[in-house]
């Protein structure tokens, strides 16, 4: 099938990438230039476990920023562009509604198409953007009964981005009309049927989930989209607030957290306790959630207090770290991890930064590491009085603390002892609680 992907961000590009690599034809198209250009010479403009290798493969997959070169083309076109969240908390739509503008705009007028939304969006935007995109094309004397909608959200993460998308758990299609349906259904076949040929660099999870398909109408899959990754933030907000309890009580976290998780119904994952969650996705969408609750006079007091929990992890590092040192201005304190979690350069919307930012805020001198975000946090965060530093060792070096922000793999196999050694003092505040339980000569641990 041909397909075009509006939008080339973790979202569109993944999926993108994907679709090609199963046989199908793809264009993607941004407005970002910079982005088309990377695309072009085969370069991931975004880390991501096994892009680089994907986009080198033998396949039928261009980029532009001309969505007039290749829409005409388009048996199915996604649009996944990026939803921000606007300072009363909605989502901004602004590029949504210019990507159904260029649609509406462009398109012949008899062309049959499958428009599918996988951006974040509103409950009850998908109908917004099919009607105007239908009032769009019958002004223009086109026959609407070619147009087919469906609501498509993506479940990925980024870091495992790829690798949620050819082993997914489910496909939700959101949409009443059976062409669309159809289409989808078509289209995603192999990798709902995981009968596609394995992209060796693409690690397979383990235990590989059995890919189910659900249909809903278009505003269920919305919801789904909202709910899901809201639960999944509360689920991680509620370890948390169980894990400030245990600290009172003497109880161990991690323990705790394996004996919840092996209850099937509970499950292991996204309890684990420390500074909390951040990123693109769930910040977003609870406020969102909010929002659209509150538009609706509906009161959702457990989503805010996820929100509120998140947020007091932060405080309660803070209050520790002052516990110890007392006094901040002019302490220097390492943080090690920027990203917003480990095995993404993604360092927007990151705890990990935020309490850099409050530590300089409070007068320390703060030296910051990560594996992968430093080239993108010095661009980004160049005036917030970071001290960037190339490696670990060079973030420790006469530090008054050490605080461990993002659990990246490689932090846990350093040699604390050796580091400590160049610390002023040897204070190291795993505020990911990814050393728990382990010991090392003359250094003091302190867990979140
Ligand atoms: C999240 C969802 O997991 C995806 O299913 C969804 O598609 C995506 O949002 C989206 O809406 O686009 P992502 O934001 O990439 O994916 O990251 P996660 O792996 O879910 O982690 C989110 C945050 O939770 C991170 O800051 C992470 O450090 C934190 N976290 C995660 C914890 O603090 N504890 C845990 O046990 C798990």
């Given at each position: ?48 476990a096994?892009?680089d ?11 532009t ?7 005409q083309?388009?048996?199915i ?25 260029d ?35 019958s002004a ?29 758990d ?37 235990p ?13 899959a ?10 999944l ?12 309890l ?25 309890l ?16 969102a ?7 609706y006079d509906?009161?959702m ?12 992890q932060?405080?309660r ?20 991890g ?20 409050e ?12 594996p992968?975000g430093l080239?993108n ?16 060792d060079?973030a ?5 603390a050490?605080?461990i ?22 204070l ?5 609680n ?12 302190i867990?979140?």
């Open positions: 099938m041909n397909v075009v992907t509006i939008g080339v961000g973790y979202v569109g590009l993944n999926t993108a990438v994907a679709l090609a690599y199963i046989g199908h034809t793809v264009r993607g198209v941004d407005v970002d230039a910079r982005k088309i250009d990377l695309l072009k010479q085969r370069k991931a403009p975004i880390s991501e096994g892009l290798n994907l986009l080198t493969q033998q396949m039928d997959l261009r980029f920023t001309s969505l007039a070169e290749v829409i083309e388009a048996d076109i996604f649009i996944a562009v990026g939803t921000p969240s606007l300072p009363n908390g909605h989502a901004n739509l602004a590029y949504v509604e210019s990507a159904a503008n649609i509406g705009k462009l398109l012949q007028p008899s062309h049959d198409v499958t428009i599918v939304v996988k951006s974040t969006v509103p409950v009850g935007i998908n109908s917004q953007i099919e009607r105007q995109i239908r009032e769009s094309i223009r004397g086109g026959n609407t009964s070619y147009l087919h909608f469906a609501s498509n959200p993506e479940f990925l993460r980024e870091g495992t981005a790829l690798m949620d998308t050819f082993y997914p489910r496909f939700v299609i959101g949409t009443e009309d059976d062409r669309a349906f159809e289409m989808l259904h078509n289209l995603f076949m192999p990798i709902i049927d995981q009968t596609f040929e394995q992209p060796p660099f693409i690690d397979v999870p383990n590989r989930p059995k890919t189910q398909c659900l249909r809903t109408n278009q505003i269920s919305e919801m789904i989209k909202y709910a899901s990754n809201v639960f933030a509360l689920k991680i907000s509620y370890a948390n607030e169980i894990a400030g245990a600290e009172k009580l003497g109880a161990n976290m991690a323990d705790i957290s394996a004996g919840m998780g092996m209850d099937r119904r509970i499950a292991p994952y996204f684990q306790s420390g500074l909390g969650w951040g990123g693109s996705c769930f910040p977003k969408d609870s406020l959630l909010l929002s659209i609750s509150r538009d509906y009161k007091p457990i989503v805010q207090a996820a929100l509120d929990v998140n947020n007091a932060k405080d590092l803070v209050q520790k770290i002052l516990t110890r040192l007392h006094i901040l201005p002019g302490r220097r304190i390492a943080v090690y920027l990203s917003f979690k480990p095995n993404t350069d993604d360092v927007r919307n990151s705890p990990s930064v935020e309490i850099a930012q530590l300089v805020r409070r007068g320390a001198v703060v030296t910051v590491h990560d992968e080239a946090a010095r661009v980004i965060y160049k005036d917030d009085g970071f001290i960037f530093c190339d490696t670990p060079e420790a070096k006469n530090a008054d050490l605080v922000a993002t659990n990246w793999a490689c932090y846990k196999t350093l040699d604390w002892s050796a580091i400590a050694k160049t610390m002023r003092q040897p190291v505040f795993d505020a990911r990814m050393l728990r339980g382990m010991r090392f000569d003359n250094v003091e641990i867990g979140l």
